[in-house]
């Protein structure tokens, strides 16, 4: 047994999907050429699997904040918070965040996994349990991996079920400690929030909600789907990312609860790593400030999505059950979600290849994220490929579908 | 093994039934991990279908220590117990 040979199984599946075309985790784009658009293979690729859900990786102001930020104050900060100090600019972003959320207090993260890393183990400790959706990205589920509390998993955005296993706790010791998702990342669904409020204020339990997907894309202010669901004051902990719709990288965690800001003294993943670098604290603030004020970006991705979704939904393809900036598309096997993908690339289209065990109930995806920033020629183009490339491999009935399909988790029992 | 233990692991058994395909054997040293070709997610909602038969909180860390259907078995005669 060598070091390695654990890992077996992976060296084996990488060989197939060699053997079977492109390397599906070493996609190299030789440039990018816009929030849209990149060079791959040496030809210009419509990029459909970014998370660049406002297109503001190439915001003139956002770029201009990042050259600021990094003249005034270096390209790096060398260490912690806890260690180096924070810089105006750390509190300044914060502080901007608190007052977007309506929160009292806001701490940023270097990336989001670190902020679910931290924020998650760290509240839960031994005596208290865990619940958390079946479909739960992996950082939350690393940090329960972190975590000394006890974890369970409730049946994805099943309410019901997410009581039933709470009840089961009765009489035990502890904290009850709720985590969820605004959009998953996945099938781009969106939770039941409304419902898993009111079990949370049932329960007495805290609930903790993680909006990666949703800042910018949902509620009225871009507050994500616990705005949509008016339900922000029942939110312990609203948890997100600087990556998807803010167009940098970090992730931050907001809350009303007074003893927030002790979290900084005992949460390992925000102590022990270096803080944000001034050049993407300068472009997040600059984004936060574009999403506040142009409302513009949230319903032009809201509108793309739309109209990608039902047109991939209307052409017979089995979509996630609702029209997000992520739109799923179901492949019958991997064999066949490989080979969709690959002939996706051929014509001038990526989009995202999803495999079990990184997808719920072991569905094959080809997983698609909108940008405000696509034109509706390239939605159009990309929906035209997509059919072409769906009636080739049999995913589609050569002849159109009369009833659109919607995909949601077929549980065995 | 007591009755008891034999018709834990049979109702496990059942329930395993509804996720493989049909026609593989499982018996009390089958391993649950890498044994049955369920990937991880899998493993972990058969999990849940455990915790609802046996109306039991299964919590992740002891699902790490499990590998096979009779430990499973025993796992769950443990927590019926301090449940009760
Ligand atoms: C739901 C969810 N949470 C957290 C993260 C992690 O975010 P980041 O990329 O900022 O580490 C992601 C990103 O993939 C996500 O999808």
Not at chain 1, 128 to 155: E, P, T
Not at chain 1, 250 to 278: E, H, K, N, Q, W
Not at chain 1, 367 to 382: G, V
Request: charge should be negative; charged fraction near 20%.
């Amino acid at each position: 047994m060598s070091l390695f040979s654990k890992f077996d199984d992976m060296r084996a599946i990488i060989d197939s999907l060699v053997a079977s075309g492109r390397n599906p985790f070493d996609m190299r784009f030789e440039r990018i050429l816009s929030a849209t658009e990149a060079l791959l293979e040496g030809r210009p690729c419509l990029l459909f699997g970014t998370n660049n859900y406002l297109g503001l990786t190439f915001d003139a102001t956002c770029i201009e904040a990042t050259v600021r930020a990094v003249h005034e104050g270096g390209t790096g900060t060398t260490g912690s918070r806890i260690a180096n100090g924070t810089y105006c600019d750390h509190a300044l972003l914060e502080r901007r965040i608190a007052e977007f959320y309506g929160k009292r207090s806001a701490m940023i993260f270097t990336t989001g996994y670190q902020a679910n890393l931290g924020l998650i183990s760290t509240l839960a400790g031994r005596e208290d349990h865990l619940l958390i959706d079946a479909d739960s990205h992996a950082s939350i589920y690393d940090a329960c991996k972190l975590s000394a509390a006890q974890v369970i998993r409730f049946r994805h955005n099943d309410p019901e079920d997410l009581a039933h296993r709470l009840r089961r706790l009765k009489g035990r010791p502890g904290s009850r400690i709720i985590v969820t998702e605004g959009i998953f990342s996945m099938l781009g669904d969106s939770a039941p929030l409304r419902e898993i409020a009111a079990v949370k204020r049932e329960m007495g339990a805290t609930l903790i909600v993680d909006e990666a997907h949703s800042l910018g894309t949902r509620g009225k202010n871009g507050r994500g789907v616990c705005e949509d669901a008016g339900i922000e004051s029942d939110v312990d902990f609203v948890v997100g990312t600087f990556s998807k719709s803010l167009g940098a990288i970090g992730g931050f965690a907001v809350s009303d609860l007074p003893d927030f800001d002790l979290l900084r003294i005992v949460c390992r993943p925000y102590m022990f790593t270096a803080s944000l670098p001034p050049a993407v604290v300068g472009s997040v603030t600059a984004a936060l400030t574009r999403i506040s004020t142009d409302k513009s970006l949230s319903a032009r991705v809201l509108s793309h999505s739309g109209r990608l979704y039902s047109a991939l939904a209307q052409a017979g393809f089995e979509v996630g059950p609702e029209p997000n900036p992520i739109v799923a598309l179901k492949m019958t096997d991997k064999e066949t979600a490989v080979r969709f993908w690959n002939r996706l690339i051929d014509r001038g289209v990526y989009a995202n290849l999803a495999l079990p065990p990184a997808t719920p109930a072991s569905l094959s995806l080809i997983r698609c994220s909108i940008s405000a920033a696509h034109t509706e020629a390239q939605i159009d183009r990309a929906i035209s490929i997509m059919v072409a490339v769906g009636r080739e491999l049999r995913v589609l009935d050569p002849r159109p579908a009369k009833t659109p399909v919607h995909l949601t988790r077929s549980l065995p029992i | 093994m007591t009755n008891n233990a034999t018709n834990i692991e049979a109702e496990i058994v059942e329930l395993l039934a509804h996720r493989i395909p049909a026609g593989i054997h499982v018996s009390a040293q089958t391993q649950i991990v890498g044994g049955l070709g369920l990937d991880s997610v899998a493993i972990l909602d058969f999990i849940m279908d455990v915790e609802d038969r046996f109306d039991i909180s299964i919590p992740l860390d002891r699902v790490a220590e499990v590998q096979t259907i009779a430990e499973l078995s025993r796992a769950i005669e443990a927590l019926r117990r301090t449940a009760n």
